[in-house]
């Protein structure tokens, strides 16, 4: 049975023109479709995030009241269960050969709004590791510690040697009053790299990291 989030990507796919096949399941757990565009096959895996136990609370007080919860969480933690759990269904088919996309939708937010767990925020410090501080504590111990910079930290599943099968990241969502779009956000250690020229035209936006020095890196457009 396909969840709400493959039948708004298959819709995606339809209004985009997007050649779009289903993988047939087998005994191993395989990715949910092959799409091809401008000659290029891609294997994609497409995965929801359904609200928790603490946010389905908060949703429920917020339906009695009109006034929710605050709800906490690691940043990028879902995100990161997502990685971990589409990078092996994605390698069975790809092999170090094919491109391929892991589509997010965050059910809560209607299509996966650009909110919640799949903001760009969240991509990011999941694909590179939480943000950190960086302080200097001086020799005297009357002056006190001053920060000197920030990087990238723990917890990152993006690396040369991690989660490598995954071209990009794409996120679902519907824009006010338009129809259903993808935002992309690629993967710099991919085994295979997604061309952005071949996306170009019809996703939403695509985002590369850039090669700061010394700080995190920060989402840019890709200009293909």
């Not at 895996?45 to 609200?51: A, D, G, N, Y």
């Not at 092996?88 to 299509?111: E, F, H, M």
């Not at 590369?208 to 010394?214: A, E, K, T």
């Amino acid at each position: 049975m396909r969840t709400q989030s493959e039948k708004w990507f298959e819709q995606f796919c339809e209004a985009q023109r997007i050649l779009i096949s289903r993988i047939e399941e087998s005994v191993s757990r395989m990715p949910d479709y092959s799409i091809e565009l401008n000659g290029q096959r891609i294997i994609v895996e497409v995965k929801e995030i359904q609200p928790n136990a603490e946010e389905r609370a908060s949703i429920e007080k917020m339906r009695r009241t009109g006034v929710g919860s605050a709800v906490g969480g690691t940043p990028g933690e879902r995100v990161r269960g997502k990685i971990s759990d589409g990078n092996g269904q994605l390698k069975a088919i790809t092999n170090g050969q094919l491109p391929s996309l892991l589509v997010l939708c965050d059910i809560r937010y209607g299509c996966g709004q650009i909110s919640g767990h799949l903001d760009s925020y969240n991509i990011r410090v999941a694909m590179e590791g939480l943000d950190q501080v960086v302080f200097a504590v001086p020799r005297d111990p009357a002056n006190s510690p001053y920060v000197v910079g920030t990087k990238s930290g723990p917890r990152k599943k993006m690396t040369e040697h991690q989660n490598t099968s995954i071209s990009a990241i794409g996120v679902l969502y519907t824009p006010p009053d338009e129809p259903i779009g993808l935002i992309i956000y690629h993967n710099r250690f991919a085994a295979i790299s997604l061309d952005p020229r071949i996306l170009k035209g019809h996703v939403t936006e695509q985002f590369c990291l850039s090669s700061s020095v010394g700080t995190p890196s920060q989402w840019e457009r890709c200009e293909p």
